[in-house]
């Protein structure tokens, strides 16, 4: 397994499409942290003011909001397998698909925790310089590095759900527009109706929620039993793609 | 391979088809396109499953060899990252297989692509991927080869090198090498034996040799004859089992004289000749025969005569 594992890291190396995802991840970050700093303590906004534990939270939490991009870096890992038909040769290297699906999952969870701790890092270092320039920089409480700490861990989660959800639907495009769709369209219409919003939380995006303490939503789980939701959520998405998808005819 | 299967909606690719492959020789694996030849060698890898049927490599399942790459070799397709290097492929692999990451410019050289294997693979000419496709089946050093259509979009020059590099891999190595081609030309100078198929059944199996000498007694006794006074030499040489066809104005298709035997007569009748040969049906001929037999089962099928004198 380990070899396998190595085989899928000097897969994702030899290519920019990581590069290019860290660096729309560590952007769109930065810009989330900006925004909600400059804003903050604006009543209009209804941003809780600089120095105040809520804001910091919040300001922690903004990694999260781009765990859709290391949705995208699992979801390419796996499909373009397909997309540029090497599922042949990578088949040929190893028979045993359901392998090669577990090497992905792993392989993508280590991946993704430097990507994470980089994004992490310049959010937060932003979130200091900015907050700090506007009288307040947030204090390395233990609430505070909880938050920071899961909202990385939500990264790389993502990461493994990107795999699973590739396994499953194989085709490159539509596994990504259609993860686009669900969490920014079906999810946010599921959290708003009041009918279905109890349901939320047994959703990735409920899941994600607990994790990272937006606490202004509905009703969601504790934050450990978010992670693990969403875990489960990866890995079931990789098991059905294993069973249903990986093991059809390459042809 | 063992009684084989496939189909694919309402098509069956392959059906019922077996056949043996020995070691230390190129075997070509010939048929019309659609034959079901890729399926077949796709299923023997284990990329595709088969309905009914099993492939095997000395008794094991593909899937279950402990090394594969080590074993065995094979080129499908052109498939490769278009943004990573061809040496970057070739790594890839490496670390998949367990091969140290030397391997990669080893193979590389062995190809002739050593100085392009840091440019990106999208950028390879046809040729180049083909040998980027080689090489990967290279890289584990092993003993069989499976080819599919290796020389697609070679140019002949690069046909010329595939030639000479598949003949030192099987004869002066010592490697098992099935490699399937819609051309039996492409076969003919390096297959050892060859195996055909044609809608997924198998058609022929056995040595060159055997075909070529198959196709020798299938041609032997027609002789193809030109002369003005073609009337007048049918008359002579009709009787004791010969058969004369008038194919044209001048000329005639004799079956059961040999050409010595035709002309000897033609002297001594004193008839004026303006042509005389044997007729060899040639292996290009059989194969064709062959296989359009195979293609057209039920429908009428043209006589393999009429193309002769047409061509």
Redesign the interface.
């Given at each position: 397994m380990g070899r396998l594992v190595r085989s899928e890291w000097t897969k994702l190396v030899t290519t920019r499409v990581w590069l290019g995802l860290l660096l729309a991840a560590c952007l769109l970050s930065v810009g989330s942290a900006v925004l909600l700093t400059s804003f903050a303590g604006d009543p209009q906004s209804g941003i809780p003011p600089v120095g105040s534990s809520r804001y910091e939270q919040l300001a922690f939490a903004v990694p999260a909001n781009v765990t859709v991009l290391t949705l995208i870096l699992g979801i390419i890992g796996m499909t373009q397998e397909y997309r540029h038909r090497t599922a042949t040769p990578t088949f040929l290297a190893t028979p045993r698909r359901g392998r090669v699906v577990v090497a992905k999952l792993l392989a993508y969870a280590v991946a993704a925790a430097p990507f994470a701790l980089a994004v992490v890092a310049v959010t937060a270092l932003t979130v200091v310089l900015h907050a700090g320039a506007r009288g307040g920089a947030p204090a390395w409480t233990g609430e505070n590095l909880g938050v920071l700490l899961r909202s990385g861990l939500a990264l790389v989660v993502y990461a493994v759900i990107g795999v699973g959800v590739g396994a499953l639907f194989r085709n490159q495009v539509g596994a990504i527009v259609g993860s686009l769709v669900y969490l920014f369209v079906v999810e946010p219409i599921v959290r708003s109706i009041p009918a279905t919003a109890g349901f939320y939380k047994w959703l990735p995006g409920g899941a994600l929620e607990a994790m990272t303490a937006t606490f202004r939503g509905p009703d969601v789980l504790t934050a450990w039993q978010g992670g693990l939701m969403l875990l489960g959520y990866g890995l079931l998405a990789a098991a059905l793609g294993t069973l249903l998808a990986v093991r059809r005819d390459v042809v | 391979m063992r009684g084989l299967s496939k189909t694919f909606g309402q098509v069956r690719a392959v059906d019922d088809l077996s056949f043996t492959v020995e070691p230390g020789q190129v075997t070509g694996f010939l048929g019309p396109n659609g034959a079901g030849k890729?399926?077949t060698l796709?299923m023997t890898?284990?990329?595709?499953?088969p309905d009914v049927g099993t492939a095997t490599f000395d008794g094991v399942r593909?899937?279950d060899?402990p090394d594969?790459?080590r074993r065995v070799g094979?080129v499908?397709?052109t498939?490769?990252?278009?943004?990573?290097?061809g040496r970057?492929?070739l790594?890839?692999?490496c670390?998949?297989?367990?091969l140290p990451l030397r391997r990669a410019d080893e193979v590389l050289d062995q190809v002739g692509l050593g100085p392009a294997g840091g440019r990106k693979a999208g950028g390879y000419s046809l040729g180049m991927r083909q040998r980027l496709g080689l090489a990967?089946a290279l890289l584990g050093d092993p003993a069989v080869l499976v080819l599919d259509e290796p020389a697609n979009g070679l140019d002949p020059e690069g046909i010329q090198w595939l030639r000479g590099f598949l003949r030192h891999l099987a004869h002066t190595e010592g490697r098992t090498v099935l490699i399937s081609s819609h051309l039996l030309a492409e076969v003919e100078q390096t297959a050892d034996r060859v195996v055909i198929v044609g809608a997924g059944r198998l058609v022929r199996e056995g040595s060159l040799a055997q075909l070529r000498a198959g196709a020798d007694a299938g041609g032997a006794g027609r002789v193809l004859v030109r002369s003005p006074q073609a009337g007048e030499l049918t008359r002579d040489l009709t009787g004791d089992g010969v058969r004369v066809e008038t194919t044209g104005a001048d000329s005639l298709t004799v079956t059961g004289l040999t050409a010595a035997e035709v002309g000897r007569r033609a002297f001594a009748a004193g008839v004026e000749l303006h042509e005389l040969r044997a007729h060899s049906s040639g292996l290009e001929e059989v194969y064709f025969r062959l296989t359009t037999g195979q293609e057209e089962f039920a429908a009428s099928t043209p006589p393999p005569a009429d193309r002769t004198a047409a061509s």
């Open positions: - | 890729t399926t796709r890898l284990g990329l595709v499953t593909y899937a060899l594969p790459l094979a499908l397709e498939a490769f990252h278009p943004a990573r290097s970057d492929h790594r890839v692999y670390r998949a297989a367990g990967t």
